[in-house]
């Protein structure tokens, strides 16, 4: 069993930056594939970013390509989403999730069925 915690959520003005990190206990982290889901109101959960369990894959949606970035520090057992250029459409609970197939699956999979474990979720809210 894996216990996921996040932080750094908060409120940010648009442009502005945020890291959100994923602190994992119960086993180690290099056997899992990891995750940052994000559910805004009213809408379906959507896979943000994906990292592999080696780290060589990364993956990130589109809408977030190129201001997001995922990271995964094995040694600490912490996996970080370093978020920039936010836009007002990034207000969302943001979810750490972990997999155990370390491998890519697609983002249709991962937004279809999630991942296995998962964290409670940290708010971010993106001011005008």
């Known amino acids: 069993q894996v216990q996921l915690v996040e932080s750094g959520g908060g409120l940010v003005q648009a442009g502005g930056s945020l890291r959100l990190s994923c602190a994992a206990s119960?086993?180690?982290?290099?056997?899992?594939?990891m995750g940052w889901f994000r559910q805004a109101p009213g809408k379906e959960r959507e896979l943000a970013a994906f990292i592999s369990a080696s780290g060589l894959i990364t993956s990130y949606a589109d809408s977030v390509k190129g201001r997001f970035t995922i990271s995964r520090d094995n040694a600490n057992n912490t996996v970080h989403l370093q978020m920039n250029s936010l836009k007002l459409e990034d207000t969302a609970v943001y979810y750490c999730?972990?997999?155990?197939?370390?491998?890519?699956?697609?983002?249709?999979?991962?937004?279809?069925?999630?991942?296995?474990?998962w964290g409670k979720g940290t708010l971010v809210t993106v001011s005008s």
């Open positions: 999730a972990a997999d155990q197939k370390p491998y890519w699956r697609g983002h249709s999979y991962y937004n279809s069925y999630g991942m296995d474990y």
């Open positions: 119960g086993r180690t982290l290099s056997n899992y594939a």
